[in-house]
């Protein structure tokens, strides 16, 4: 038994690759062929954990995974080229993978579980997940005149569940309620400044990413063992330089 639950995670990846790849010959099917994927990534979660975790436990583990999967899915309404169409397919299969093998890992082989493995994955989803959630939706305002309300609620949605399916382990209840409100209000401001800037729907994506990234870093320097301060001026300057290079380069419309 063990051994068909140690396939899931290669078996789950390979089928998100798949029907996303389906996904691109068959547009008038959309979304019937993405939910496949987004119906086997959870099955998959819980056959490998439920014996070990809760239903509830299973799914704040991996939340930021699925939703990676629904802005993959999400993507598909503005993605032309296939270049596009193979990076949406990589993300999909690989992150399924990784998310997956690591939950194996920390129920069945805990001697081989990095530390706070499956938090540094999940934070390591949320560029993309900004990035291809805000570069879609605004697309959708520029190109069908989509309810601006809707772009706004979105990002706020996203920064809510971002902020706290990644939470520190040592942070108490209060301290997450605090920083849920916290990631509402960046998902607000990522909103209102994606309504504001005239640029491309790609900049907007990263600009969206680079100021959740950044939010959700400076929290975790507020507890312990805290990143030193060479660590810290690097990032604060490789932030500030992304964003300074990122916009002086744009094309502003």
């Not at 008038?28 to 959870?42: E, N």
């Not at 979660?45 to 930021?64: C, D, M, S, W, Y």
Request: with cysteine; aromatic share 12%; charged share 10%.
């Amino acid at each position: 038994m063990i051994l068909l639950i140690r396939l899931i995670p290669f078996a789950v990846g390979l089928l998100e690759a798949i029907v996303f790849w389906q996904q691109q010959f068959h547009p008038t099917l959309y979304p019937w062929i993405l939910m496949i994927g987004l119906v086997a990534f959870p099955l998959g979660a819980v056959a490998i954990a439920h014996r070990n975790l809760g239903i509830r436990e299973i799914a704040g583990k991996l939340t930021p995974s699925f939703i990676l999967l629904v802005a993959l899915a999400f993507a598909f309404l503005l993605t032309e080229k296939t270049w596009q169409f193979v990076l949406l397919e990589a993300f999909a299969g690989v992150s399924s993978f990784l998310s997956l093998e690591v939950l194996f890992l920390m129920v069945h082989h805990p001697s081989a579980y990095p530390v706070n493995g499956i938090s540094r994955v999940n934070i390591s989803y949320v560029p993309i997940i900004m990035w291809y959630a805000i570069s879609t939706s605004i697309g959708l305002v520029i190109f069908i005149h989509s309810d601006r309300i809707w772009h706004v609620l979105m990002a706020a949605v996203l920064g809510y569940i971002l902020f706290r399916t990644t939470s520190h382990p040592d942070a108490t209840r209060s301290q997450n309620r605090i920083w849920s409100l916290v990631g509402i209000c960046t998902g607000i401001e990522i909103g209102l400044v994606g309504l504001l800037l005239p640029v491309s729907m790609a900049m907007q994506g990263l600009i969206a990413a680079v100021i959740m990234s950044g939010v959700l870093r400076m929290r975790r320097y507020l507890y312990n063992p805290k990143p030193s301060h060479r660590v810290a001026w690097s990032e604060a300057i490789g932030m500030i330089v992304i964003a300074v290079v990122s916009l002086s380069t744009a094309k502003w419309f």
